[in-house]
């Protein structure tokens, strides 16, 4: 299954606006392939004068490499700009459930802690579907243009960065889970025999007064 689609199926409905534009990454790339196809043609056509064959050739070197440096400018700047969407995204959340977790350790609501485990599960599914959104179209960039620079971008700006939004998951998902054992057993029994109807723990600081 191509990538897209699997993004599509596996979105999380109410998320959909947040996730990485995976499809319009892949059309700008798509467009830029272009560019660089019709720039090579042009490249590859007769120039006549062979007095001035080293003069134009200069000048094609010259704007070919300007040229490619504008492309990759232009692919990983849109590429930040839906990191950036992405992860601001991430961050309230995470300034969401250190509240929730902290108001869930005084909670005798099962239902309510297992609402919120739900939706911890459900950002860990959102931040590892744009990771691998990104490492997808960085990997077709690279090989579209025959380069690394996409690699080295998903390596040192991305990739580590969301393995720790993951770690930080991670740990609520623990201290969710344990706060409910801790007062009533496995949470997977609960979450498997039952669905919330809301899905979503929806937070309220006055409901701790």
């Known amino acids: 299954m191509k990538f897209g689609k699997y993004l599509r199926n596996n979105m999380i409905s109410r998320y959909e606006e947040i996730y990485i534009d995976y499809k319009g990454l892949k059309k700008l790339l798509m ?22 064959n080293n003069n134009k050739n200069y000048i094609l070197q010259f704007q070919a490499s ?23 995204f991430i961050q309230d959340n995470e300034k969401d459930l250190s509240s929730k977790s902290n108001y869930m350790e005084s909670s005798k609501d099962a239902q309510l802690i297992i609402s919120c485990i739900k939706e911890v599960e459900e950002l860990q599914s959102f931040v590892q579907l744009n990771l691998d959104g990104f490492r997808k179209i960085l990997k077709k960039f690279d090989k579209k243009f025959t380069i690394t620079i996409g690699h080295e971008y998903f390596k040192n700006m991305i990739y580590s960065h969301f393995q720790a939004k993951i770690s930080v998951l991670n740990y609520y998902s623990s201290k969710l889970s344990n706060i409910y054992s801790l007062q ?22 006055d409901e701790q007064e």
């Open 184 to 205: 009533f057993g496995d949470p997977e029994e609960l979450k498997n025999s039952e669905r919330s109807e809301s899905g979503v723990f929806s937070f309220c600081m």
């Open 66 to 88: 300007q040229q490619v440096s504008d492309r990759n400018s232009k692919f990983l700047l849109s590429v930040w700009n839906q990191f950036q969407k992405v992860d601001r």
């Open 31 to 52: 467009d830029l392939g272009a560019v660089e196809e019709e720039r090579k043609s042009k490249q590859a056509k007769p120039h006549g004068n062979n007095n001035n």
